[in-house]
């Protein structure tokens, strides 16, 4: 039997990582999903994880920070149909950290203010989530 959207949707945990009023942004590997394209920090659950443990376990892998669920709030959650892979990015804000966010996979970094993020080319499945940031900053 095919698979369902649902099943074969990939659940991602996203973080909106924000200090002085910026946003943190990192470049996917050229050969990766997407590749290019500059994202949220984050990634891939793993089986049984919860959010915010698959978000600090990402943030902590990919940036060398150390984030507590407290320091963490949802923002959006998005269902995206790629055509090749279908995702549904579950983002949250994350509003402290401990450590200072480096490309640990060789990746670029760069802290973005927020009127800035549409000037880096995102994932088509980003627009909404930079709505959503400015939604609700300007609350
Ligand atoms: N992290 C992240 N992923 C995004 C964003 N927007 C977006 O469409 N995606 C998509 C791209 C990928 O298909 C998927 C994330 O999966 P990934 O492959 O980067 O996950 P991962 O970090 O666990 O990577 P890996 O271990 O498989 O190398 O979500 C975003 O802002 N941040
Ligand atoms: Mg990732």
Redesign the pocket.
């Known amino acids: 039997m095919p698979n369902t959207a649902a099943d074969s949707s ?1 659940h ?3 973080g909106v990582i924000r200090r002085d009023g910026r946003i943190l942004l990192s470049r ?1 590997a050229a050969n ?3 590749g290019g ?1 500059w ?6 659950l793993e089986p049984g994880e919860t959010l915010l443990d698959g978000l600090s376990r ?1 943030l902590h ?2 940036l060398g920070i150390t984030v507590q669920p407290t320091d963490c709030a949802p923002l959006i959650k998005i269902e ?1 149909d ?1 055509g090749d ?1 279908q ?1 549904c ?1 579950d ?1 949250c804000w994350v509003n402290d950290f401990g450590g200072q966010p480096r490309g640990c996979e060789g990746q670029p970094v760069q802290w973005v203010p927020i009127a800035q993020l549409n000037d880096y080319p ?5 627009a909404a ?1 930079v709505d959503a940031i400015r939604a609700s900053v300007s609350v």
Not at 39 to 44: S, T
């Open positions: 990939v991602v945990a996203v996917r990766a999903h997407q394209l994202e949220f920090p984050g990634g891939k990402e892998e990919e995206h790629y892979k995702v990015l983002v995102l994932p088509a499945a980003n989530i």
